[in-house]
């Protein structure tokens, strides 16, 4: 089996000592925050639990005023709440919230996801410069007295997603994928359908955080060099943990002679660790994050984070029965496939073709 394996030390050779110092105060603050966590299973409204919630409440304003500080000095990690107006963070907050419970259920799990898409999308393209814009003319059911037309002004953004590949990191990002690529073509002047290049990246889960090892099966991947040499590379992923399939992904790449014109990576939890790997690794790389976290577990794990997106987004596979993508696919149902049939479409080629 052809196999690309990077390891941890790797990843933790691109940050900085400054980073390491950064990393190092915010697992400090969150163990804080877990000596509290105890306290708040105890019944009823206790004095104890009372306090607890509100030392814990002071704890995360005091992370997310230190990860905002630290992000403001790194122009390539934009974190929605920490860029958008006030106004518009309950929304944010509210879906993080709802994706975080364990009595969200994989259809309303599966909603939730599409909502923070559109938002990160929203967020990756405000740039856009406001006085271009496109013109869509639909014609409406209505057609007495004759055929109505509506004419709806979008952001010209064709400079930005006329040149995408999307870049699946298979089973957690196959979904966020397919919206993001649906949020392309619906916001192209031309219904322009991005390529897929699909790569099978795994972990190691024997090992813990600090000698994990990233495995990148190229047998059992899909793509096509060509499609991705000077083009815009879309990863779409809900959690970027430790960074390390991204970078294992685009050092191949890049060590085959590929040349992208830029990397985004879309993602609706970060954890400042992964975030600052990776843009020391990769040149001209852009995270767009809905949310960021503080910490990792030993195990690698997003704290506090969501579980493991994959499962609750496609459910487990069956022991020793991983299913594969056109699997994935199938499974999602007519719903899902109906509503993204162009990127269904590219995906079985790829895979197929």
Request: glycine share 4%; net charge negative; charged share 25%.
């Given at each position: 089996m052809k196999q690309i394996v990077l390891q941890a030390s790797d990843l933790d050779g691109y940050l900085t000592e400054e980073d390491k110092q950064t990393i190092a105060v915010m697992d400090n603050k969150f163990a804080e925050a877990m000596a509290l966590f105890p306290k708040l299973g105890t019944d009823g409204a206790s004095a104890r639990k009372q306090e607890a919630r509100s030392k814990l409440i002071a704890l995360y304003n005091e992370m997310g005023e230190k990860m905002q500080e630290i992000t403001r000095k790194e122009p390539s990690i934009h974190v929605y709440s920490f860029e958008t107006p006030r106004s518009s963070h309950g929304e944010a907050s509210r879906l993080i919230a709802k994706l975080?419970?364990?009595?969200?259920?994989?259809?309303?799990?599966?909603?939730?996801?599409?909502?923070a898409y559109e938002l990160l999308f929203n967020l990756a393209f405000s740039s856009s410069?406001?006085?271009?814009?496109?013109?869509?003319?639909?014609?409406?059911?209505?057609?007495?007295?004759?055929?109505?037309?509506?004419?709806?002004?979008?952001?010209?953004?064709?400079?930005?997603?006329?040149?995408?590949?999307?870049?699946v990191?298979?089973?957690?990002?196959?979904?966020?994928?397919?919206?993001?690529?649906?949020?392309?073509?619906?916001?192209?002047?031309?219904?322009?359908?991005?390529?897929?290049?699909?790569?099978?990246?795994?972990?190691?889960?024997?090992?813990?955080?600090?000698?994990?090892?990233?495995?990148?099966?190229?047998?059992?991947?899909?793509?096509?060099?060509?499609?991705?040499?000077?083009?815009?590379?879309?990863?779409?992923?809900?959690?970027?943990?430790?960074?390390?399939?991204?970078?294992t992904i685009v050092k191949y790449l890049i060590g085959q002679g590929i040349k992208p014109r830029s990397i985004t990576f879309l993602n609706v939890i970060s954890v400042l660790k992964g975030s600052l790997r990776i843009v020391r690794a990769i040149d001209n790389s852009e995270i767009y994050t809905l949310w960021m976290d503080p910490s990792l577990n030993n195990m690698a794990y997003i704290m506090p984070g969501l579980g493991d997106a994959g499962d609750r987004i496609n459910g487990e596979d069956l022991p020793d029965q991983a299913?594969?993508?056109?699997?994935?696919?199938?499974?999602?149902?007519?719903?899902?496939?109906?509503?993204?049939?162009?990127?269904?479409?590219?995906?079985?080629?790829?895979?197929?073709?």
């Open positions: 975080r419970d364990v009595r969200t259920e994989t259809p309303e799990f599966v909603y939730y996801i599409q909502r410069i406001p006085e271009e814009k496109n013109y869509i003319f639909v014609d409406t059911p209505v057609d007495i007295p004759t055929q109505n037309y509506a004419v709806h002004k979008i952001p010209d953004i064709d400079e930005k997603v006329g040149n995408s590949v999307m870049c990191m298979l089973r957690a990002a196959l979904l966020p994928s397919m919206i993001v690529s649906k949020e392309i073509q619906e916001y192209s002047s031309n219904d322009y359908v991005t390529p897929f290049a699909l790569f099978r990246i795994s972990r190691d889960d024997t090992k813990e955080e600090r000698n994990m090892a990233y495995i990148l099966d190229l047998e059992r991947s899909y793509f096509d060099l060509e499609v991705l040499d000077g083009k815009d590379l879309f990863f779409a992923d809900p959690m970027n943990a430790t960074g390390g399939s991204l970078v299913r594969n993508i056109i699997q994935l696919i199938a499974d999602y149902g007519v719903g899902i496939t109906s509503l993204y049939r162009a990127q269904v479409r590219k995906i079985e080629a790829t895979v197929l073709g």
